[in-house]
């Protein structure tokens, strides 16, 4: 691909003074997360293609970058390095893009172009480095450490910017840096994967985590206190619900939630709980969705893998309607079963 130089030497470097000797064979992984492989195996049956491609089954069939980055994840804490190999060279070979170390956002089969949309999406991104790093580190393989630098290179230049007294992480290159306002999506913000990177890189990332906190406590909308999917940020702080979409903490935002209690916020998450718990207190089911400026409630209620988030933020064992059936779902399930 041509990468720079520069971030090649640096994640060589970096390779040599973590150590490239092969881990044993475990469920865990170096840093710090794993799986129960049991879990894995199951989720690999009904997901994974022979390919490497994560399913969605839930969404005609298509893949994203965002499913191979959870699908690599889950497979590297599981310690399943064959799948892991597979997912991570279908990834590359088809919705890497040839000019950036950023990935195509979706891959549809059956069409002549598979991959019509170059625009990534910066979660996506951020699963995928998180990955390879993990999996470098952990089966001594120098060049997952190559790609997940470059993949986190692309992100801190192309993706992370400077506006309104915030420093931002757009959710992909195209369409979210306007005139008067950047889009947000607070649940892009992975937040083990921005810990992980923060660590090696601190100026890059450091400042995008104090931020991406800022902002999450200034998104309590409405009587519910809870953050939309997608934000404005406009003006000096200003943090709004976004125009021209409906302002609603649902099916996004249910991953905020799970990526604090992963990197251990769960205090960042407080009016999300205070919320859920009075549902659970009354007796009343946990709605997939809330509007949070009128209040009204999805007729439906939350996945079971989304439910268990809510559990474990809420310290309680809340029952599900149905096992979960979709990609979407399930992998909520499976990412919320990884533990240290």
Not at 155 to 172: E, S, Y
Not at 301 to 324: M, Q, V, Y
Request: hydrophobic share 45%; with cysteine.
């Amino acid at each position: 691909m041509g990468f720079e130089r520069r971030t090649v030497l640096t994640a060589l470097a970096f390779a040599l003074t973590t150590g490239c000797a092969r881990a044993k064979s475990s469920a865990k992984s170096m840093d710090g997360l794993m799986l129960d492989p049991a879990l894995w195996q199951g989720y690999k049956a009904r997901f994974l293609a022979p390919e490497g491609r994560i399913v969605d089954n839930g969404n005609g069939g298509v893949g994203h970058s965002e499913g191979q980055g959870y699908g690599m994840a889950l497979a590297q804490a599981a310690g399943d390095s064959a799948a892991f190999d597979v997912m991570a060279r279908w990834t590359a070979q088809t919705l890497l893009r040839k000019d950036m170390a950023l990935h195509s956002w979706r891959y549809t089969p059956g069409r002549a172009d598979p991959v019509a949309d170059p625009n990534n999406a910066t979660d996506g991104d951020l699963l995928i480095a998180w990955a390879l790093l993990m999996a470098g580190r952990r089966w001594g393989k120098a060049d997952y450490l190559q790609q997940s630098a470059a993949v986190r290179g692309a992100v801190a230049q192309k993706l992370i910017v400077q506006r309104h007294g915030f420093t931002l992480l757009l959710p992909g290159l195209v369409g979210f840096a306007k005139a008067d306002r950047v889009i947000v999506n607070p649940s892009y913000y992975v937040w083990p994967a921005i810990d992980a990177f923060a660590r090696l890189e601190p100026r890059v990332w450091g400042p995008l985590a104090a931020d991406g906190l800022k902002i999450l406590k200034a998104a309590r909308f409405g009587p519910s206190g809870l953050p939309a999917d997608w934000l404005d940020i406009k003006g000096k702080g200003v943090v709004e619900p976004a125009e021209g979409r409906d302002p609603v903490f649902g099916f996004e935002g249910i991953r905020v939630p799970l990526y604090c209690l992963m990197s251990g916020r769960r205090s960042a998450c407080d009016s999300i709980a205070r919320y859920w718990l009075a549902l659970v207190r009354a007796g009343r089911p946990l709605p997939a969705w809330v509007n949070v400026v009128t209040g009204e409630t999805a007729p439906y209620a939350l996945s079971a893998g989304a439910t268990a988030i809510a559990g474990r933020l809420l310290n309680r064992n809340l029952p599900a309607a149905a096992a979960d059936q979709d990609y979407y779902a399930a992998t909520l399930g499976l990412m919320n079963q990884m533990r240290i």
